[in-house]
């Protein structure tokens, strides 16, 4: 036993070099960006440096943040600002979701300048890439990864008493374009993850006037006969956590005269 503690321990260093990858064979690279290339601005770092930073993220504790996020700055230049958006948002926030405070605490206290703007635009990218797929209706975990990102977009946004922009994810028109599409099952999660951040705004909880159209949309879906029961579970959590009555919500009318694909998902 004594004998192989050095080559167990060096299993271990080998392991924490590498970034987090999700139990199950799911290319998260071909999810989140789509098989596309990664945008042409985006600058990466030497692989020595990489390599560092895989292994700062694989030994972050609440204990260590500021400790961490100093090794971090003494290695990485402000200018990978975009290309560590990019591994947050790929390797850490769509498949860690127990983690987002930790990580939303250290990059805080990382204080990289422009990467909160970098994260906001590739989580928003991640996000039309996953919604624009059909896969998303009938897969899983694609669905899991997007209800991690819609709960980062709402923990880094409305959490911290920053608007979400109709330039980054038009809320409302997903809902829209979920009904009359059949995707319902994918976006009504979503937008339930990102309006969860509220209860801990004090900007954005009831009566503002964006939550409350928000909520009145998400009404008029639970109203439709024969929704799925675990859209209306969805829709009931988010009201419980906010501390709203949904019975109480006057549903909208935006999807009055509309057609909605009926599909075994939705209905």
């Given at each position: 036993a004594a004998a192989s503690a050095p080559a167990v321990q060096q299993q271990q260093q080998q392991q924490q070099q590498k970034p987090a990858r999700l139990a199950h064979p799911l290319d998260i690279d071909?999810?989140?960006?789509?098989?596309?290339?990664?945008?042409?601005?985006?600058?990466?770092?030497?692989?020595?440096?990489?390599?560092?930073?895989?292994?700062?993220?694989?030994?972050?504790?609440?204990?260590?943040?500021?400790?961490?996020a100093a090794d971090l700055r003494a290695v990485l230049d402000a200018r990978y600002a975009p290309w560590l958006a990019n591994y947050l948002v790929e390797r850490r926030l769509s498949v860690e979701y127990n983690f987002h405070d930790l990580y939303l605490h250290f990059v805080e206290e990382l204080a990289m300048p422009g990467l909160p703007q970098a994260l906001l635009g590739m989580t928003a990218r991640a996000v039309r890439r996953l919604l624009s797929g059909d896969k998303v209706i009938t897969d899983i975990p694609e669905r899991a990864l997007l209800k991690n990102l819609g709960a980062w977009l709402g923990l880094s946004t409305l959490a911290r008493n920053k608007p979400l922009l109709m330039r980054d994810v038009k809320l409302k028109e997903l809902l829209i374009h979920a009904y009359e599409r059949g995707r319902m099952v994918a976006v009504v999660p979503f937008v339930c993850k990102v309006l969860g951040a509220c209860p801990h705004s004090i900007v954005f909880r009831p009566p503002n006037p964006w939550l409350m159209a928000m909520l009145r949309l998400l009404a008029e879906i639970y109203a439709l006969p024969d929704l799925k029961l675990n859209l209306k579970f969805e829709i009931e959590v988010l009201c419980k956590a906010i501390d709203v009555v949904l019975s109480d919500v006057q549903p909208s009318t935006l999807l009055r005269g509309r057609q909605a694909r009926v599909t075994e998902h939705d209905f």
């Amino acid at each position: 036993a004594a004998a192989s503690a050095p080559a167990v321990q060096q299993q271990q260093q080998q392991q924490q070099q590498k970034p987090a990858r999700l139990a199950h064979p799911l290319d998260i690279d071909q999810l989140v960006r789509g098989g596309s290339d990664l945008p042409s601005e985006l600058e990466e770092p030497p692989s020595a440096t990489a390599d560092k930073v895989f292994f700062v993220f694989n030994n972050i504790s609440p204990d260590n943040v500021a400790t961490k996020a100093a090794d971090l700055r003494a290695v990485l230049d402000a200018r990978y600002a975009p290309w560590l958006a990019n591994y947050l948002v790929e390797r850490r926030l769509s498949v860690e979701y127990n983690f987002h405070d930790l990580y939303l605490h250290f990059v805080e206290e990382l204080a990289m300048p422009g990467l909160p703007q970098a994260l906001l635009g590739m989580t928003a990218r991640a996000v039309r890439r996953l919604l624009s797929g059909d896969k998303v209706i009938t897969d899983i975990p694609e669905r899991a990864l997007l209800k991690n990102l819609g709960a980062w977009l709402g923990l880094s946004t409305l959490a911290r008493n920053k608007p979400l922009l109709m330039r980054d994810v038009k809320l409302k028109e997903l809902l829209i374009h979920a009904y009359e599409r059949g995707r319902m099952v994918a976006v009504v999660p979503f937008v339930c993850k990102v309006l969860g951040a509220c209860p801990h705004s004090i900007v954005f909880r009831p009566p503002n006037p964006w939550l409350m159209a928000m909520l009145r949309l998400l009404a008029e879906i639970y109203a439709l006969p024969d929704l799925k029961l675990n859209l209306k579970f969805e829709i009931e959590v988010l009201c419980k956590a906010i501390d709203v009555v949904l019975s109480d919500v006057q549903p909208s009318t935006l999807l009055r005269g509309r057609q909605a694909r009926v599909t075994e998902h939705d209905f």
